[in-house]
C-alpha cells in the first residue's frame, strides 16, 4: 500500500479522536488526561496525513480529493453524532436487560404483586455504612424495588454511627448492619427488622410489615407425621439426618404461624387455626380424630394432607377424604419416561386447571416426586356441594407399582396411564352451623418428603407447596412464584474500575470498530 494511503487511514483516525474527544470529556470518562491524550495523538495522525500526501495539496480544490477528504471528514461528524444520539436516548430511557441464567436482576412475581399491593407508602431505612462491602449491592436491591413502586417504596441510608437515635429507636447496636422497613407515621408507625437481606428476604419482611394477622395453622401430630421442631433420620441413609426446618421458616417468613395439636380423645380444632396440616401420617387414625377433622371441614375447614409413601391413616380417614373426592391408592408411583434418574423418582410438567398450578405452569417448572403415592379423583360417594380438581398428573407414561423393587416396569393388574398427584378440592359451607368460612378446602398431595429440608431447594417443590398453602388459606396474593435460591456469583468495582469499564465499552471499543470500518473502506476506495 502508498505511503498517501496509509496517511490517509492514519489522518482518518486522528479525525476520529479528535471529533470524540468530547465524548470522552463530558460522557464517558470525565478524564482530562485522557481528553488530552486523544488530542495529541489525533494531532500526530492528522500531521502524517499532511506530510505524506503534501503534494496533491496544490491540486486539492481540483482534484477528487477534496471530495474525497470532506466527505470523510462528514462521516465521521455523523457517525459520532450519531453514537452521542443513541447513548443520550439510552440514558434517557434507562432500558435494562438481564442476560444472567438464574435472572438475579429480575424482580420474581411474588415480589412485583407484593409491591403493587401495598397500601400504603413503605420506607426502607438501610444501616449501614457507604464503604461496606455490602453497600452497593443493597443500593441495587432498593433501586429496583422503587423503579417498580415509585410511590409506595422508598428508601435511605444512615450510619449507625452517626444516627444514636436511630439506633435506640429501633433497638440496633452501635455496629449492627440492618435493614428496619417502616410503615405509618408517629406513634401508628410499626416496623420490622431483617439483617440477612436478599430479594426473599426483602419482599417477605414487606409481607409481614402489611399483614393484618398471622395465620395460624396447625400440623396435627400423633401417628408418626414429620416432626416440626427436630431432625429425622434420613431413610436408607444411616447417620443422615433432614427436618422441615426450610419449611417452617418460610413459613414464618410469609406470615404463618405454625404449631402442633394432637387430636386424640377428640379434640376439637381451635377455632383460630386458618389451616389444617397432616404431614406424612404413617399410623392410623381413631374414629374420634377423624370426626373432629370432619367437623371441622363441614365448617368451612381448611387442610392439607401430605400422603406417605409407607404408611396407611386408616379406613376412618381414608373414608373423609372420599367424601372430598379423593382416593389414595396402594404402592408408589413411577414414571418411565419423566423422572429423575429413578423411575420412582417422579417429575412432572403435566398441570390442571387450577389456581394453585397456574403461575407454574406459565413458567414451566418441574415439580420433582420423590415418592409418590397414586391418588384417585372420585365421582360418587361425595359429601354435598363438593368439587375436585387435578393439579399436578404424572406424564401418560406413568405407572402404580404395587411391588416396588430395584427392577421396577410397569405390570399386570397395575393401574397405568396419566395419574393425578395432587388435588384439591371445595365444599360450600355458607349454610353451615357455626361455620368458620364460607368455602371449604382441602388439598391432597401425594408425597410428603416434598417438604424436607434435602427436596425445599427444589423451585417447583417449595412453590407449589407454599401456593397450596397461600390457596388453602384463601390469600390469593400468596399463589405466585417467590424468588429462587439465586446467589449471584459477583465482582466488587470500586469508583476507579467502574470508570475504567465505561471508557472501555462506551468510548474504545465504538471508536475501534469504527476506525476499522473506516479503514477498510478507504482501503477499498483507493484501490
Same mark, same amino acid.
Given at each position: 500500500?502508498?505511503?498517501?494511503?496509509?496517511?490517509?487511514?492514519?489522518?482518518?483516525?486522528?479525525?476520529?479522536?479528535?471529533?470524540?474527544?468530547?465524548?470522552?470529556?463530558?460522557?464517558?470518562?470525565?478524564?482530562?488526561?485522557?481528553?488530552?491524550?486523544?488530542?495529541?495523538?489525533?494531532?500526530?495522525?492528522?500531521?502524517?496525513?499532511?506530510?505524506?500526501?503534501?503534494?496533491?495539496?496544490?491540486?486539492?480544490?481540483?482534484?477528487?480529493?477534496?471530495?474525497?477528504?470532506?466527505?470523510?471528514?462528514?462521516?465521521?461528524?455523523?457517525?459520532?453524532?450519531?453514537?452521542?444520539?443513541?447513548? %443520550?436516548?439510552?440514558?434517557?430511557?434507562?432500558?435494562?436487560? =438481564? *442476560? /444472567? @441464567? &438464574?435472572?438475579?436482576? #429480575?424482580? $420474581?412475581?411474588? !415480589?412485583?404483586?407484593?409491591?403493587?399491593?401495598?397500601?400504603?407508602?413503605?420506607?426502607?431505612?438501610?444501616?449501614?455504612?457507604?464503604?461496606?462491602?455490602?453497600?452497593?449491592?443493597?443500593?441495587?436491591?432498593?433501586?429496583?424495588?422503587?423503579?417498580?413502586?415509585?410511590?409506595?417504596?422508598? %428508601?435511605?441510608?444512615?450510619?449507625?454511627?452517626?444516627?444514636? =437515635? *436511630? /439506633? @435506640? &429507636?429501633?433497638?440496633? #447496636?452501635? $455496629?449492627?448492619? !440492618?435493614?428496619?422497613?417502616?410503615?405509618?407515621?408517629?406513634?401508628?408507625?410499626?416496623?420490622?427488622?431483617?439483617?440477612?437481606?436478599?430479594?426473599?428476604?426483602?419482599?417477605?419482611?414487606?409481607?409481614?410489615?402489611?399483614?393484618?394477622?398471622?395465620?395460624?395453622?396447625?400440623?396435627?401430630?400423633?401417628?408418626?407425621?414429620?416432626?416440626?421442631?427436630?431432625?429425622?433420620?434420613?431413610?436408607?441413609?444411616?447417620?443422615?439426618?433432614?427436618?422441615?426446618?426450610?419449611?417452617?421458616?418460610?413459613?414464618?417468613?410469609?406470615?404463618?404461624?405454625?404449631?402442633?395439636?394432637?387430636?386424640?380423645?377428640?379434640?376439637?380444632?381451635?377455632?383460630?387455626?386458618?389451616?389444617?396440616?397432616?404431614?406424612?401420617?404413617?399410623?392410623?387414625?381413631?374414629?374420634?380424630?377423624?370426626?373432629?377433622?370432619?367437623?371441622?371441614?363441614?365448617?368451612?375447614?381448611?387442610?392439607?394432607?401430605?400422603?406417605?409413601?409407607?404408611?396407611?391413616?386408616?379406613?376412618?380417614?381414608?373414608?373423609?377424604?372420599?367424601?372430598?373426592?379423593?382416593?389414595?391408592?396402594?404402592?408408589?408411583?413411577?414414571?418411565?419416561?419423566?423422572?429423575?434418574?429413578?423411575?420412582?423418582?417422579?417429575?412432572?410438567?403435566?398441570?390442571?386447571?387450577?389456581?394453585?398450578?397456574?403461575?407454574?405452569?406459565?413458567?414451566?417448572?418441574?415439580?420433582?416426586?420423590?415418592?409418590?403415592?397414586?391418588?384417585?379423583?372420585?365421582?360418587?360417594?361425595?359429601?354435598?356441594?363438593?368439587?375436585?380438581?387435578?393439579?399436578?398428573?404424572?406424564?401418560?407414561?406413568?405407572?402404580?407399582?404395587?411391588?416396588?423393587?430395584?427392577?421396577?416396569?410397569?405390570?399386570?393388574?397395575?393401574?397405568?396411564?396419566?395419574?393425578?398427584?395432587?388435588?384439591?378440592?371445595?365444599?360450600?359451607?355458607?349454610?353451615?352451623?357455626?361455620?368458620?368460612?364460607?368455602?371449604?378446602?382441602?388439598?391432597?398431595?401425594?408425597?410428603?418428603?416434598?417438604?424436607?429440608?434435602?427436596?425445599?431447594?427444589?423451585?417447583?417443590?417449595?412453590?407449589?407447596?407454599?401456593?397450596?398453602?397461600?390457596?388453602?388459606?384463601?390469600?390469593?396474593?400468596?399463589?405466585?412464584?417467590?424468588?429462587?435460591?439465586?446467589?449471584?456469583?459477583?465482582?466488587?468495582?470500586?469508583?476507579?474500575?467502574?470508570?475504567?469499564?465505561?471508557?472501555?465499552?462506551?468510548?474504545?471499543?465504538?471508536?475501534?470498530?469504527?476506525?476499522?470500518?473506516?479503514?477498510?473502506?478507504?482501503?477499498?476506495?483507493?484501490?
Amino acid at each position: 500500500m502508498k505511503a498517501a494511503n496509509i496517511g490517509k487511514i492514519l489522518g482518518g483516525f486522528g479525525l476520529l479522536l479528535l471529533f470524540s474527544s468530547p465524548f470522552t470529556l463530558f460522557f464517558s470518562s470525565g478524564s482530562f488526561a485522557l481528553v488530552a491524550t486523544k488530542v495529541v495523538a489525533g494531532l500526530v495522525l492528522v500531521g502524517l496525513y499532511f506530510a505524506t500526501n503534501f503534494k496533491q495539496f496544490g491540486q486539492f480544490a481540483s482534484r477528487r480529493s477534496s471530495f474525497f477528504f470532506g466527505s470523510t471528514a462528514l462521516m465521521v461528524l455523523l457517525t459520532l453524532g450519531a453514537l452521542l444520539a443513541i447513548n %443520550y436516548i439510552a440514558y434517557k430511557k434507562n432500558q435494562r436487560w =438481564d *442476560l /444472567t @441464567e &438464574k435472572k438475579i436482576f #429480575t424482580l $420474581s412475581p411474588q !415480589t412485583l404483586s407484593t409491591l403493587k399491593g401495598l397500601r400504603e407508602p413503605v420506607r426502607a431505612i438501610g444501616f449501614i455504612p457507604t464503604d461496606h462491602p455490602a453497600y452497593e449491592a443493597l443500593q441495587a436491591t432498593f433501586d429496583r424495588y422503587h423503579v417498580e413502586a415509585p410511590e409506595r417504596f422508598e %428508601y435511605s441510608f444512615k450510619d449507625p454511627r452517626r444516627h444514636p =437515635d *436511630l /439506633t @435506640e &429507636k429501633y433497638s440496633l #447496636t452501635e $455496629s449492627q448492619t !440492618t435493614v428496619v422497613l417502616t410503615r405509618g407515621e408517629g406513634s401508628s408507625e410499626t416496623h420490622t427488622k431483617l439483617n440477612i437481606v436478599s430479594e426473599q428476604e426483602l419482599t417477605n419482611a414487606l409481607i409481614k410489615l402489611t399483614r393484618v394477622s398471622e395465620q395460624k395453622v396447625y400440623f396435627v401430630v400423633g401417628h408418626g407425621e414429620w416432626p416440626l421442631n427436630q431432625p429425622m433420620p434420613m431413610s436408607g441413609q444411616r447417620g443422615r439426618t433432614t427436618s422441615l426446618s426450610e419449611m417452617k421458616q418460610q413459613l414464618t417468613q410469609e406470615g404463618y404461624s405454625t404449631r402442633e395439636i394432637n387430636l386424640a380423645g377428640g379434640t376439637t380444632v381451635p377455632r383460630d387455626a386458618s389451616l389444617v396440616v397432616i404431614a406424612g401420617a404413617k399410623g392410623r387414625y381413631s374414629p374420634s380424630e377423624v370426626e373432629s377433622l370432619r367437623q371441622y371441614l363441614a365448617a368451612g375447614g381448611r387442610m392439607i394432607y401430605f400422603a406417605e409413601a409407607y404408611g396407611e391413616p386408616g379406613p376412618e380417614l381414608s373414608g373423609l377424604l372420599a367424601e372430598y373426592g379423593v382416593s389414595i391408592d396402594p404402592g408408589v408411583v413411577a414414571d418411565a419416561q419423566f423422572n429423575g434418574g429413578s423411575p420412582y423418582v417422579v417429575l412432572s410438567l403435566f398441570y390442571g386447571r387450577h389456581e394453585i398450578s397456574q403461575p407454574l405452569s406459565q413458567r414451566q417448572l418441574n415439580i420433582e416426586f420423590p415418592t409418590a403415592r397414586a391418588l384417585n379423583v372420585r365421582t360418587q360417594g361425595l359429601a354435598e356441594g363438593v368439587k375436585v380438581v387435578p393439579v399436578v398428573s404424572t406424564s401418560p407414561f406413568g405407572w402404580v407399582e404395587l411391588t416396588p423393587d430395584d427392577k421396577p416396569a410397569a405390570g399386570e393388574g397395575e393401574r397405568t396411564g396419566q395419574i393425578p398427584l395432587v388435588t384439591a378440592s371445595t365444599r360450600n359451607t355458607s349454610g353451615a352451623q357455626d361455620k368458620r368460612f364460607d368455602e371449604a378446602r382441602l388439598v391432597v398431595v401425594g408425597d410428603s418428603e416434598l417438604l424436607m429440608d434435602s427436596n425445599w431447594g427444589h423451585e417447583g417443590n417449595r412453590n407449589l407447596v407454599m401456593n397450596a398453602f397461600g390457596w388453602a388459606t384463601t390469600q390469593e396474593d400468596k399463589v405466585t412464584i417467590r424468588p429462587p435460591d439465586r446467589t449471584a456469583s459477583t465482582l466488587q468495582l470500586d469508583e476507579d474500575m467502574l470508570n475504567r469499564v465505561r471508557f472501555v465499552s462506551t468510548d474504545v471499543l465504538p471508536l475501534s470498530l469504527l476506525g476499522v470500518g473506516m479503514a477498510i473502506w478507504l482501503s477499498r476506495r483507493n484501490k
